[in-house]
């Protein structure tokens, strides 16, 4: 069946600070690739997402490349900000069959000024 | 707002008593998925609906949960006889009917059910 793996939070860092938030995954097909963001009491915004190989989703400073050939989808940002304080899930999702997102347990990220 | 809109965002429910989570997609989405989380986890696969049809209940308990998404109104995710450990957040997410590659779901805000 198809996991996710992330990297375990927290995960602290100041502000300004180069983020790197690791996520490998394991799935049947060719999956697209996606980065939610959860901030405290709300749901899951999409971040930002990559349907092929080396496809480079990007917003808001934020940026991953879809790597199939080591199976990752690692989120990056260069200059962290307090305001992205939150938990990040990475999710994979089939483009076949029910399409369900298989979510990892997520890593929360705490910026401090 | 044309978002994915979930009611009610915070429901409170005894030991033994029904919770009815509402959702309504957005607009132009025939497709609802329902998310479990778990204090501290990550969003867990529920169930995948269309409109009158559930598609995929593989992650539903067998007992107690049930849900809908009738022709008219909107998604209905059903416990009977609440336990503590259902306590968590519920999330709805909805999709368009295309569900072309790299087609985004959109999540609700949730609802947050306690037990007493």
């Known amino acids: 069946g198809n996991s996710v793996t992330q990297m375990e939070g927290p995960v602290t860092l100041s502000e300004e600070a180069f983020l790197t938030i690791n996520c490998t995954y394991t799935?049947?097909?060719?999956?697209?690739l996606f980065w939610y963001v959860q901030y405290p009491g709300e749901g899951l915004q999409l971040l930002l997402k990559a349907t092929k190989a080396d496809d480079k989703g990007s917003n808001k400073g934020f940026e991953a490349t879809y790597r199939k050939e080591t199976t990752s989808f690692h989120l990056e940002k260069g200059s962290v900000q307090v305001s992205d304080s939150a938990v990040y899930f990475c999710a994979p999702r089939l483009n076949t069959g029910f399409q369900k997102l298989v979510f990892g347990t997520g890593t929360r990220l705490l910026v401090s000024p | 707002n044309a978002g994915v809109m979930q009611n009610p965002r915070h429901l409170v429910r005894r030991r033994g008593q029904e919770a009815r989570l509402r959702c309504s997609p957005m607009k132009g989405h025939s497709h609802v998925y329902w998310y479990r989380q778990l204090p501290e986890e990550g969003l867990k696969f529920m169930v995948y609906?269309?409109?009158?049809?559930?598609?995929?209940e593989s992650g539903m308990p067998k007992e107690r949960f049930s849900a809908e998404f009738p022709k008219e109104g909107p998604s209905i995710l059903r416990i009977q006889q609440v336990v503590r450990g259902d306590s968590a957040a519920y999330f709805c997410a909805s999709s368009p009917r295309s569900g072309r590659t790299g087609q985004p779901q959109h999540f609700g805000d949730g609802t947050r059910l306690s037990i007493l």
């Open positions: 609906l269309q409109k009158e049809n559930i598609i995929d």
């Open positions: 799935a049947t097909g060719y999956p697209s």
